[in-house]
């Protein structure tokens, strides 16, 4: 019986030891588990901090690292390269929106889409960082804005009750988009009533002009022009190249080649390649503005107007894909002087409204729907190609911009 009542007695102490062996094996994979995701966190809002004030191409992950007070080699037991850490925050930006947009509610169209509105722009208050990452890689990783589209189509879907056509879509989530980022920048308030209200009734009177009326029209376009002047040289190949080209990518040795010229030419009129970079997209916007001016037809009602700037651009950013790509670069580089275009755009196309009984509040909402449109559309034909027929595309923000989209 002592021999049994040794035996127990030691049997259970060895199960108390172990159980308290495998216990610490366990609490010590949890707290493994536990830094491992604290450290790939550290990494992530680093990344979203340094990317949200810096374009991809200036941010190094030596200073990803350093920002996230973390050694340079361990960013890698979490990701391969940038560019995959990069990406990684696009993917995220599609998942926390789509998360959002779980919470849609109301009782008939209108409710949902002043629901949807709010949704929208609340995010974009909450996450404005990681969306300004988001704006720069929708056009250098396409696939995403591919993927956030699917989402949003989903979320129309809830609130419509149906699926969107291409360009149905186009019109509604690109002035929503576009006030979602330059209203929370400027720190303005979204009216949701107004501007769901003229998403789903319009804002300008119907029009009977036929679009292919604009092929048989002369346009007039002013440019910088003297083929023996070097310093319009530069400036003609310094916009091809950033516009074709990773601007941290292109060297002064670059555009002096290009442009045949030598190097000491090139600082005989510019200090350095971001002063360079600064007078083009000055040009750039100077030639924009003049183009749309320019060529405003006398007796065109406000939407015949804005239809037929919206083909002016095509035809301007058509013949030359490298421009727009040029200004969409710049965002992330002179942002300064593209806010000063949009400002700019937004001026012209409130004074195309003076007549009309809107207040200065409702005309600034207006403005930036179509501005909105203008810069996805760019998106839609010159990056995802989702859009190719102009004539339809043309047609159809017409009708929009006369009755919205009301069921």
Not at 212 to 219: A, G, H, L, Q, V
Not at 374 to 401: P, Q, V
């Amino acid at each position: 019986m002592d021999k049994i009542n040794c035996l127990w007695s030691f049997l259970s102490c060895y199960n108390r030891e172990n159980k308290s062996v495998f216990s610490g094996e366990q609490n010590n994979t949890a707290i493994g588990g536990s830094m491992k995701i604290k450290t790939k966190q550290k990494i992530i809002d680093s990344a979203i901090d340094l990317f949200s004030r810096d374009s991809y191409g200036k941010v190094s992950i030596a200073q990803i690292c350093k920002n996230a007070k973390i050694s340079n080699g361990i960013i890698y037991n979490y990701f391969r390269n940038k560019e995959e850490l990069f990406t990684y925050l696009l993917e995220e930006t599609s998942n926390r929106i789509e998360e959002q947009f779980k919470n849609i509610e109301g009782d008939d169209l209108r409710s949902r889409m002043e629901n949807f509105i709010l949704l929208n722009f609340d995010i974009t208050v909450k996450e404005f960082p990681l969306i300004r990452v988001y704006r720069e890689g929708q056009y250098k990783f396409i696939e995403y804005e591919q993927k956030l589209r699917k989402v949003y189509l989903e979320a129309l879907k809830v609130v419509y009750g149906r699926e969107l056509k291409e360009l149905e879509y186009l019109f509604i989530m690109s002035g929503i988009r576009y006030i979602n980022v330059n209203f929370v920048k400027r720190g303005l308030e979204i009216d949701e009533k107004f501007l769901a209200h003229i998403l789903l009734h319009g804002f300008f009177n119907r029009s009977d002009l036929e679009v292919e009326t604009f092929e048989d029209m002369d346009f007039y376009l002013r440019v910088l022009f003297n083929s023996s002047n070097k310093k319009h040289k530069l400036l003609e190949v310094g916009e091809k190249l950033f516009g074709e080209t990773n601007y941290y990518k292109v060297t002064i040795n670059d555009i002096a080649g290009e442009a045949q010229i030598g190097v000491g030419s090139f600082y005989h009129f510019y200090e350095n390649k971001e002063i360079f970079l600064r007078e083009i997209v000055e040009n750039l916007k100077r030639t924009t503005l003049c183009f749309l001016k320019d060529n405003v037809q006398k007796g065109f009602s406000q939407n015949e107007t804005h239809i037929l700037f919206l083909y002016l651009l095509l035809e301007f950013y058509g013949k030359s894909p490298h421009k727009y790509e040029l200004l969409r670069r710049s965002e992330f580089i002179a942002e300064d002087m593209v806010i000063d275009y949009n400002n700019s755009l937004d001026e012209l196309y409130i004074k195309t409204m003076e007549d009309l009984p809107y207040k200065f509040e409702e005309k600034r909402i207006i403005s930036s729907v179509l501005l909105g449109v203008a810069h996805y559309m760019g998106i839609e034909f010159f990056f995802t190609n989702n859009i190719k027929d102009k004539g339809e595309f043309l047609k159809e923000m017409k009708n929009y911009f006369a009755d919205g989209l009301n069921k």
